[in-house]
């Protein structure tokens, strides 16, 4: 039995250690915000947070998280008051939405970390992340915004 917390909540998992996190998420947790893009790690869809890092759950073994703690994008806030989630509206960056969930995810971690980030910084911490529709110049503004509410928040 692997045990486990999801946005504030004990899960625990009986099935195949070495499924993937993004599928524990997706269809048994019901949690659908955080999506399958590649499936290798690549793409950034499935990006939740591992003890607050940025993380690919399509990569993640189940077994890998015992004991640990996992954020998804419902976990952000439960009102969407999440400085995040509150530029990402406001500036409306999302386009078909596809990655977004993925891309704020990313977003929140880096601001975690870094509270007034760089354009470089940005770039390279949303790297790993990507939109087809092509979003990255709202993303970078949201992600600037986001940081200056973080610090009206405090
Ligand atoms: S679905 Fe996980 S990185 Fe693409
Ligand atoms: S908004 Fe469509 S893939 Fe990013």
Redesign the pocket.
Known sequence: MIKFEVNGKEHSYSGDASMPL?WFLRDIADLKGT????????????TVHLNGQAV????LPVQAIEGQSITTVEGLSDDASHPVQRAWQELNVAQCGYCQCGQMMSAAALLQNNQAPSDDDINNAMSGNICRCGTYPRIKTAIKLAADLAVEVK
């Open positions: 993004l999506k399958f893009g590649c499936g290798k790690g690549l793409c950034g869809a499935c690919r759950s399509c990569t």
